[in-house]
């Protein structure tokens, strides 16, 4: 069975950075496409960034420069580095499978919350 469990939430002041996890099992991680996207309270899911099988990332304009997504095979892992962050990045972050219109399990999520 297909699992992804986040890690690494917390509260943190703003400027501050947390580093999130999501461990993967139950199929072929290399060969996945792997996202973190973001839901508030009262607002919709957003997409954050991607990462394809090949390494190639993508981001939304809000946080460029600020958040970088990366992945390690051997370890089935996916992490995200968030950098500077703002209240506006609170949240509840999910780690996703797939590319596109293809996504297909999601994890649990992990909260973030940044706040002084």
């Known amino acids: 069975q297909v699992q992804l469990v986040e890690s690494g939430g917390g509260v943190v002041q703003p400027g501050g950075s947390l580093r999130l996890s999501c461990a993967a099992s139950?199929?072929?991680?290399?060969?996945?496409?792997m996202n973190w996207a973001r839901q508030a309270p009262g607002k919709g899911l957003e997409w954050v960034t991607g990462?394809?099988?090949?390494?190639?990332?993508y981001y939304t304009g809000s946080v460029k420069g600020r958040f970088t997504i990366s992945r390690d095979n051997a370890k089935k892992t996916v992490y995200l580095q968030m950098n500077n962050l703002k209240p506006e990045d609170t949240a509840l972050y999910i780690c996703?499978?797939?590319?596109?219109?293809?996504?297909?399990?999601w994890g649990k999520g992990s909260q973030v919350t940044v706040a002084s």
């Open positions: 996703q499978r797939g590319r596109r219109a293809e996504i297909d399990y």
């Open positions: 139950g199929f072929t991680f290399s060969a996945a496409a």
């Open positions: 990462i394809d099988s090949d390494g190639s990332t």
